[in-house]
């Protein structure tokens, strides 16, 4: 499966807990990017990496979110303290540059559930 | 402040004929790419059409076109022949300066056979 891959599919976790999620983008792809999507509505952009560095970072991103991209392959992102807002979909995308952002294709998602 | 609107929460076609989803946007950017990508009931987001804000031509994707009309700043969605695979979530989005992704609350098209 040549696709990009979310992993874990389903997370189930207590409030205040820190979790971590990984992506892997098609592999010749430069661009990565994390959404959030909650029932109901549209994803909501959060960051963004060009190979290892990350170009933006939305303000809906707290300080409990980070996100790394150390080698310019795959992507983690972690939400420490977890709080009851924070469940949803979260959703990783990848592209190539140069191309006007076209053709993000997505993941399947991690469905994040804060109890 | 770079916004996406879709007015229609829901949408109802009947297989085999055609259908528009609209689509307004807002930017001061003169630069900008406008997409529509298909969520169906698995969660995942399919892109469907690209259009740049300097094309001249609207695009097309096999039953998809996109009709873009920059003055009035809609990038509608025209799906012809529709299908019942066709039922699903529809979202329009917009990336320009800011270099974020906008998306709209979306539209759910069924497909009556």
Redesign the interface.
């Known amino acids: 499966d040549t696709g990009v891959s979310q992993d874990p599919r389903h997370k189930i976790t207590k409030r205040g807990q820190n979790v971590t999620f990984r992506c892997d983008p098609i592999s010749e792809h430069n661009r990565l990017y994390w959404y959030r999507q909650t029932l109901g509505q549209g994803p909501e952009f959060l960051t963004y990496f060009q190979n290892e560095a990350q170009l933006e970072k939305s303000r809906l991103l707290s300080d409990r979110f980070s996100a790394e991209r150390p080698k310019g392959s795959f992507s983690t992102l972690e939400i420490q303290r977890t709080e009851q807002g924070d469940s949803a979909m979260y959703l990783c995308a990848s592209s190539l540059s140069g191309r006007t952002q076209a053709e993000q294709f997505f993941g399947p998602g991690t469905r994040l559930t804060v109890l | 402040a770079q916004k ?1 609107t879709q007015t229609q929460p829901g949408m109802f076609v009947q297989e085999k004929e055609a259908v528009t989803l609209d689509c307004t946007y807002d930017t001061s950017d003169p630069s900008y ?1 406008l ?1 529509w ?1 298909k969520q169906p009931s ?6 469907l059409i ?1 259009q ?1 804000s300097y094309d001249q031509q609207n695009a097309t994707e096999g039953r998809y076109s996109l009709n873009f009309q920059k003055a009035r700043k809609s990038a509608n969605l025209v799906i012809s022949a529709s299908q019942l695979g066709d039922s699903a979530m529809y ?1 329009c ?1 917009m ?1 320009g300066a ?9 539209t759910r098209l069924t497909v009556k056979p």
Not at chain 2, 98 to 106: C, E, L, Q, S
């Open positions: 996406i790419g997409f990508y698995s969660g995942e987001m399919i892109f690209y740049g979202f989005a990336w800011f270099n974020d992704m906008r998306f709209g609350a979306g």
